[in-house]
């Protein structure tokens, strides 16, 4: 299948299927966007379940792709696994660069999304991620690679935690597994939320609750069971993270959740590598239903 | 156990054993070395066996540490893992700045020590990475973590797999379990090598010979059953690895070897992660023995 002015950054065998890094145009970014993409070999026989997997602050496509070790069981479990870049960056179709944090600050601006479509300027040009994940680039996935689209989970780091929980309780039915590591469960109720979302959609914290986990549960939105790990030497579990507030949203709301406390792990990839078999099979066991 | 100088940069759970990134003051490069090592869960029961890798060009202690997936296998098979520097960096204790290639090539100098003594100014005083991985990093293991110092096997990647190669044969009787991924298995043949022993040794090619490994089997080494993964759309292999150049000399010399040529695999650390599982086994059956 062509899709328009896509590129390929670079294309290895990996466990019998193919990583490659891809490029685009997005129109909902007016930047290019570099994803990444792993085909597992069975769909040489035909589409494929498919797994997103968003990134946490700070990330670019690449961190996944090459640190939380997941191609092994994707592979062994016939699952492709879409990993999206987390802000745009560059210059724009129009000439423009992509506006940054004003004080270079790595939890705002690029590498920074937070999954949302800006509605304040500067942002609101290009920091379009809620429409660009949700919209976008799984028509280019449909279009360009042997996906099953009927067939989706959705799983994230920290913000890109956040962001898979809030897609998936934006779309039900489209997504039939969700998981997260280490997520932001509620912008409303941290610090990182509060500049990310106070950034792009201005200071009415009421239009926050549609990008917030524990707010659309509470306000009635549901999703498939959620597995959650999270560590308990992640310095961020307190300030940041809160978990406690997800697993109270989900039992006040009967939304289903498993949520690991893991001893002595922190926020980093070693972390996310070390779990990564378990979260692949709950995908896998919930995308052959 | 107390190492004179040894810090920790960062240390984090991983797969149920701990990741930890270490720096000390080596006497041999006189800079300070980083290096990874990985404690699998079962040296809480006492010592366990040590498994070195040796990186490739460019490469720091990090490449192997956060891309090949290995520490999964090596906790479930209860393996240390060591990952050195590739080179000496930065200042020397004498306020010398380690030198590097004149004009800045990635294949000379920083992140290319060749692991070799050299023995040409201005690179003998510091680039010294045999004798650092043979003798002073070993000391260092040996006292700081708990390894079984009488239960070693080493492996490497493309010049790593040549120090593997070459340290093992010049070694007898040290490592029980002998691998590498792509490696660079003759110096004398290839212009990466021509480049690295010319200038850390000189011109007289036969002072090279100690530091190949297909030489060194050809003037009568011996070190235990290699196992070699090539990929075969490895852009270097018949420039720079040239299997074939070790497959006919151990073939000769009766030094057993087993060569896999893996049809699509190219020389990044996707193909290392995809047969990194087999490499942890070979050596875990010939270190349990």
Redesign the interface.
Known sequence: MIVKDMETISI?????GT?GIYAHASAETRTRMRFSVFVPPQAEQGPVPVVWFLSGLTCTEENFT??A?A??MAAALGLMLVAPDTSPRGVDDGGETVPDDPEGAWDFGLGAGFYVDATEAPWARNYRMFSYISDELPQLIAGAFPADMNAQGIMGHSMGGHGALTIALRHPGRFRSVSAFAPIVSPLNCPWGEKALGGYLGPDRSRWRAHDAVALIEDGARCPHILVDQ?M?DGFVASQLKPDLLEAACNAAGQPLTLNRRD???H????I??FM?DHLRWHAAALRD
Not at 268 to 271: A, D, E
Request: proline share 0%; with cysteine; net charge positive.
């Open positions: 290895s065998r990996c466990f019998g990583q090459v640190k070790g191609q092994r560590g030497a002595g792990y922190d980093s990839y070693y972390f590598a070390s078999e």
